[in-house]
């Protein structure tokens, strides 16, 4: 009768570790996933000859702006208001050419930055002709993590 109880309480235990990771993001871990999709996008980019991409922070700050809003259903998983992304952007750091990728649900830097290259808009934008990126994530309530990242032709 005991161990039903034990491996019930391990299950418990595993499952409530699954769905706060997260929910846990702390400033570091969130610079460190940031940091992983710039250098996985960069390496990508290298792979095919092309120019690597400088991170903006301030582009990063517009990102993550969406996928706050996305994550607490301010709004839809979409890239409704891009155009005032893009015009915020031109205001304080300019830029004359822009794009999007937006993503939820996984957990790495390395699955997300996969997925977006298995998509032919996504890896478009990834491969596209710019000189600046900015990454931004947020997690919900339930721990899933909404990801923005925005790319500017400088």
Known sequence: MRTPIKLIALLALLTLGTQTFAQQLTKE??????????????????????????????VSEVSKEHSKNMAKGKVGFSHDGFENR?????????GSGFAENIAFGQPTAQQ?????????GHKANIEGDFTHIGVGLYADKKGTIYYTQIFVKK
């Open 29 to 58: 871990s969130e610079a460190q996933i940031v940091e992983e999709i710039v250098v996985l996008v960069n390496r990508h980019r290298t792979k095919l000859g092309l120019d690597t991409l400088t991170h903006e922070p301030f």
């Open 112 to 120: 997300v930055t996969e997925g977006w290259l298995k998509s032919p």
């Open 86 to 94: 893009a015009k915020r952007i031109i205001k304080e750091f300019g």
